[in-house]
């Protein structure tokens, strides 16, 4: 797998992933009749509106499985790739199940409406529209619910960068212990070489103190700024 393929596929996922968050907070608001509700032509209008963003979702919907089909499909690089992975699939299943759910409500508030107007009810001023309460909650709701889920996705992009920047550490530490291990075998024939591995092992061990404090302080910043 190149590295270039697997960060096109993921600039990919995460770029249809923010439209349809986007799509889906539209959606809500026309699958809920808070479009026009006062205007006679507005049923007309926010079933087709409705109709043609259902269509531009689902299309959507499938390219982003096709996206992720394709990184299931390239060789695993570790257990940050296959963390990526899965939680690109946990958003794709909600992102599907909200898109139901919003087509469900949108069915039965139809219904609903049509039954209210073959009675004759809702021409006669003694009830109120239904769909018209609540609207603000549920948009409030709404909102709300996607901030979580850009914070959710913004903190599972820093864990896999954190994971995979580990793993690269890892190779690392395993490079330098090659290394310190024939230098170590140097310095016993070459005493003279000895005191210069001693300065250069307490200046690595210092190197590694300013660099955890720098990672701990950057990552107290960056969830006081999520979590804000």
């Known amino acids: 797998m190149t590295t270039s393929n697997y960060d096109g596929l993921r600039k990919q996922a995460r770029q249809l992933e923010n439209e349809i968050d986007m799509k889906l907070v539209a959606f809500s608001k026309v699958g809920a009749g808070s479009v026009n509700a006062s ?11 409705f109709d043609s963003l259902s269509a531009e979702i689902t299309e959507m ?44 409500n949108h069915t039965t508030r139809m219904e609903r409406e049509e039954l209210l107007r073959g ?19 549920r ?17 599972n992009d820093q864990i896999s960068i954190a994971l995979e920047t580990k793993d690269h550490l890892l190779s690392q530490r395993h490079s330098f212990k090659r290394f310190q291990t024939r230098l170590n075998d140097i310095s016993n024939r070459f005493p003279l070489i000895s005191s210069l591995l001693q300065r250069i092992n307490i200046k690595k061990r210092r190197d590694s103190l300013i660099l955890g404090a720098i990672i701990g302080v950057c990552t107290v910043l960056l969830l006081l ?3 804000s």
């Open 39 to 49: 205007d006679q032509t507005s049923p007309l209008l926010g079933e087709h509106v």
């Open 61 to 104: 919907l499938d390219r982003l499985s096709s996206v992720n089909e394709m990184l299931a499909e390239l060789p695993s690089t570790g257990t940050a790739s296959m963390h990526t992975l899965q939680r690109h699939r946990e958003i794709l299943q909600g992102y599907r199940q909200e898109f139901n759910k919003i087509c469900a």
């Open 119 to 137: 009675s004759g009810l809702s021409n006669t001023g003694t009830l109120s529209n239904p769909t018209t309460s609540g609207l603000s909650r």
């Open 139 to 155: 948009d409030m709701y709404l909102k709300e619910s996607g901030h979580i889920m850009n914070s959710h996705n913004m903190i």
């Open 225 to 227: 700024y999520v979590f």
